[in-house]
């Protein structure tokens, strides 16, 4: 599958059943690979979970509160994060020697193509300093996350990406600190009250794959290129 959104050299994945945490990994850790050796496209591949627990390469085991379902380290960056039926995954593998090799400038992108993409719905996210994914205000009035973000570059190739809550239980993240951040809570587009289901936010998010990838060719270090 291909979307007019994304050049032909870029691979489309939009997976409709739930696909184990496990066997995502093992073939993002191929794709990568094969990707760097110059034998694969890249890809964007647009999925969900059934409910796991990942480890990222910093989790402190004092985050894991109740392991109630399987706990896989990811090898990403940063720490605890659920996933589970109801969160949107956009996994990226692209190869950043093609682009600005900009690891800083690549995650601000991501987190750019998030937020666009709520606002597309009228929901208005942001980043926060010292905290790591998407935030909004949440139903009680205190900002809560809505999306989360986690990466792995290898031979300048991406891995990993980010989520977004569109409706997961989320009583499941209470088994975790999420992403480390005990202080603030977790929401998602249901409880906001918006209904949206995956091929919905596929669209969205595939609208606005164009300025995320015309991002990744402007370095952070040059002026403005990296503004909210």
Avoid at 38 to 61: D, K, M, Q
Avoid at 111 to 127: C, H, K, N, Q, Y
């Amino acid at each position: 599958m291909t979307s007019a959104r994304l050049p032909g050299t870029i691979e489309l994945r939009c997976e409709h059943a739930l696909v184990p945490y496990r066997a995502a990994l093992e073939q993002m850790n191929a794709r990568n690979a094969a990707i760097a050796e110059g034998a694969a496209r890249e890809l964007v591949w647009l999925l969900e979970h059934p409910p796991v627990y990942t480890a990222g390469t910093s989790a402190p085991p004092a985050e894991l509160i109740d392991p109630r379902f399987e706990v896989v380290a990811a090898g990403r960056g940063g720490r605890y994060t659920y996933h589970g039926p109801g969160q949107r995954v956009c996994y990226v593998l692209l190869d950043l020697k093609a682009r600005a090799r900009d690891v800083r400038g690549y995650v601000h992108a991501l987190e750019g193509w998030m937020i666009a993409a709520l606002g597309d719905l009228g929901v208005e996210s942001f980043r926060r300093e010292g905290r790591i994914g998407i935030w909004t205000q949440d139903i009680d009035g205190r900002e809560a996350k809505i999306g989360a973000i986690g990466v792995r570059i290898r031979r300048w190739v991406t891995m990993h990406g980010f989520s977004v809550n569109l409706a997961p239980d989320l009583a499941h993240f209470s088994g975790i600190v999420p992403c480390g951040i005990g202080e603030f809570g977790v929401t998602s587009l249901a409880r906001l009250g918006l209904t949206v289901d995956s091929a919905a936010w596929d669209r969205l998010l595939l609208a606005r794959a164009g300025e995320f990838l015309a991002a990744l060719e402007r370095p952070c270090g040059v002026e403005a290129a990296c503004e909210t």
